[in-house]
Structure formats: structure tokens, C-alpha cells
DNA sequence: GCTAAATGTGAGTGTTCCTCATGTTGAAAA
DNA sequence: TTTTCAACATGAGGAACACTCACATTTAGC
């Protein structure tokens, strides 16, 4: 972590520099704030860099005093609501005393899931343009990653026999495939959104079931 | 198709200006080519319109001649590749006469795709970095949705019986899938993507195994 | 050979990311 | 309180690129 100071966690170690100072945190969060509503409105193609100086009220240079480019400032984004939405997997699956609840609960889950994605512009918008840069995709893929391994755990939890590595492969694979498919259905129409929802649930619940 | 002058199909209706003389019908394909070079070499975040126009020995004026900006090149280069994948799709699904071939056909399939995709570098990375603008993403969406009523049309071949909407569904969601599944794999370590893409077809061929 | 359309050129424009030299503020030590 | 030094803040300007445009050259049809 070259370049950082001073405690506090890192931001998922893209913090150029740690604020330390009360004034100093919360213009990082002005900054990561102004940069959403942008990205709300305009999707993150159109992000700019002097505009969510301005519209944080802070200069062009305290910006990059905490972030060392654009594309920290989306990570950061990204990475806080990954950070949710693994929450959100971890709850739902934990309470599942065998494999049919625990199927249910996956139900649940990616309606769930896709309701946030449906509601959420700037969780649509980094998530569509999610592979737009290297980090970003690494983001997304070590986010599949825990994401496979909550699912594998819960499973392993009803399911105690199971072979651990094709299960493992297994729930990453429809893990990385629900991001595919909720990245998909809300860039249709939401009717046919609903239908590839449906699909997607099925082919999974089947894979699921088989544990 | 505004601003294209001469006879021709457009490649795909991205280029500014159709090319009648063969002088401008070889510059084209001499951008193509460089491009092509370069995105093997450095990717596609790398790629420099001076750079591509250095390296095909043309202006960079001539270069905007033929395609607008850059995305269109890379557009380009993408439907090439999508309607190669395309053709060997239609061929490897066509032969099958009933639904267990089919499902042999499929899996073949994908383990050829998944050497193309591992082999071919600028595929790769025109792949990896598919969503990068919202052009490539619906050039890659209706990829899908074309390649997906392939595969719905072979089943129906084999199992004229099924439900046509179910069906146009589950299939689009397939290849998508595929797609997403390809794009993970050939960014994992080689035995980790095989297993990855095993994985997948299981899942697949379990859902086409229905119809 | 003449003319008009097609094609070719590259210096220059505009935009945007990001740096850096310099100024200001806060907190801890003296 | 004063001093002192990190931490923090600033915005003009450098650098990199995508893309344009006024003008030059080539080709095809007459």
C-alpha cells in the first residue's frame, strides 16, 4: 500500500493517500457522492473528472490527492456495493436447514438481486460497463469468486457429502453467470428481462439441486 | 445509412464512406489489418487511431475517411469475428437428428469455441472488453440473440413439440451464457477455465436434455 | 485532355486526464 | 502561546489523444 499514510482501513487499497483528518474524509465522500449522482445521470462514460471536482465543491487537485485516476473512483463505487450485495447472499442463504429451503432462498435471492439492479442506476451502469477496464473486471471476477464460495459453503452446509471441487467450480459458474444474466435482463425489455430472470433461475436451481 | 455514397453492402453499417475504387476497397482492409496487429499486441485500451493509420501507411484523414471514430473499428473486427463463430455454430448444429446428437453437437461446440476464443488474441480481447461502449454491447447482445435462435431452431428440428417461447428463452439465455462462460474462462488459468467450461456445458446440456 | 467525383493529407483544434509548484490549515511539541 | 511540520488544498498548465477541415491529388467517365 506504497503511498497511503496515515490508519484507517484503505478503500479496498485504491486510496491514494488516507484522509486522517475529519475535513479530509469527508471530501472523499463528497467525491465518491458526487461521482454517483454523475453516473446516475449520465452513466460513467460521461464521467468527468473537473465535473465532480465541481460538483464535490472541491478543486481538480484535492481529487487526485485521494484518487490516483478515474477509474479509482469507479472501483471504489463498485467495490462498496459488491461489499452490499455479498451481505445481501450471506443472509439469505444462511438460514437454510436443507437443500430445498436452500434452493428457495437462492429464489429469493436473485429476485431480490434483480429488483436492486432494476432500481439502482449507478449499480446498472457499472455493472454494464463493468469490463471497460482491466481492474474493474478483476473486481467483478474475485466478487464471483466469494461470491461462489458463500453459495459452495451453504451448500456444503446442507449437503455435507458433496465433492468439495466440482462444487466449488460449480457455484462460482452460477455465481459469475447470475452477474451475466441480471447484467443482461436489465438491458432488455423488462417482460423479457422477467422471462431470462425465470430461465436463469431454473438452470441453476437444477445445477443446485442435483447436491 | 446516411454519409455512405457508392454500391456495396457497408461492413455492417459502421463506415462513413463506402469504398468503389479497389484503392480505397485495400486501404480498408489495410485499417482492418493494423488494427488487428495492434489489439494482438497491446489490446484495445491500447489501441492509437495515429498509430493504426502509422502502421496500415495511410493519413490519419484517410483513416476518419472510413470509419468515424474508433469504436467503429473495433466494431468492424467484432462482427467479423462474431459472424465466423456464427457460421461454425450453424455447421456444427446442423447435422444432428435427434436430440442426444444434438446435445453431443452442442458440447463439440463449445470445446472448438473455447480453443478459438483461447487461441486468437484480438478475439480475446475485443471479448474481454466487449461492454466497454454501448455499441459493442448490442453488436454482442444480438449476437447472442441470433446465436440463441440458431440453437432454438435445431432443437425445434429435433423436438418439434416443444414450446416455441420457452424455448427462444432458454436458448438465448444458453449462448449467452456461453459467451459470459468464455469470456471467464480465458481470463482464469488454464486448468481452472477448462474446468469452468466443463462445468458450463454440464449445465447447458442438462437444460437442452429437456426439450 | 477535361471535368467531377472520389480519395488522400496532416497540421491544427478541442477535450480531457492528471501533475506540480505553491499556498493554507490543523495539531502536536516547545 | 508560539512554533513547526505534516496534512491538506489549489488551479494553471502539460501531455495525450480523438477527430476535423481546408486543400491537394488521383481516378473514371466523357
Redesign the pocket.
Known amino acids: 500500500m506504497a503511498g497511503t499514510?496515515?490508519g484507517q482501513a484503505d478503500e479496498g487499497g485504491v486510496l491514494?493517500?488516507?484522509?486522517?483528518?475529519?475535513?479530509?474524509?469527508?471530501?472523499v465522500e463528497r467525491i465518491l457522492q458526487a461521482a454517483s449522482d454523475i453516473i446516475a445521470d449520465r452513466g460513467s462514460d460521461?464521467?468527468?473528472?473537473?465535473?465532480v471536482?465541481a460538483l464535490a465543491?472541491?478543486?481538480?487537485?484535492?481529487?487526485?490527492?485521494?484518487?490516483?485516476?478515474?477509474?479509482?473512483i469507479i472501483r471504489t463505487l463498485a467495490e462498496r456495493t459488491n461489499a452490499e450485495c455479498r451481505h445481501c447472499i450471506e443472509e439469505g442463504l444462511a438460514g437454510a436447514a436443507n437443500l430445498e429451503e436452500l434452493c428457495q432462498a437462492f429464489a429469493r435471492l436473485f429476485d431480490e438481486y434483480y429488483e436492486i439492479f432494476l432500481a439502482e442506476p449507478v449499480i446498472r451502469d457499472i455493472r454494464s460497463g463493468a469490463q471497460a477496464d482491466k481492474a474493474l473486471r478483476d473486481i467483478e471476477l474475485e466478487d464471483s469468486r466469494i461470491n461462489g464460495r458463500l453459495l459452495a459453503d451453504a451448500v456444503k452446509r446442507v449437503s455435507p457429502e458433496t465433492d468439495a471441487e466440482t462444487l466449488a467450480t460449480t457455484a462460482f459458474l452460477i455465481m459469475h453467470m447470475g452477474e451475466a444474466t441480471m447484467r443482461l435482463a436489465i438491458s432488455l425489455p423488462r417482460a423479457e428481462g422477467d422471462q431470462v430472470v425465470e430461465a436463469y433461475k431454473r438452470m441453476a436451481l437444477a445445477e443446485l439441486g442435483r447436491f
Request: no cysteine.
Open positions: 499514510t496515515a491514494r493517500r488516507m484522509p486522517s483528518q475529519r475535513r479530509s474524509r469527508e471530501r460521461g464521467l468527468k473528472m473537473s465535473e471536482a465543491e472541491i478543486s481538480i487537485g484535492s481529487l487526485y490527492q485521494y484518487f490516483p485516476d478515474k477509474s479509482a
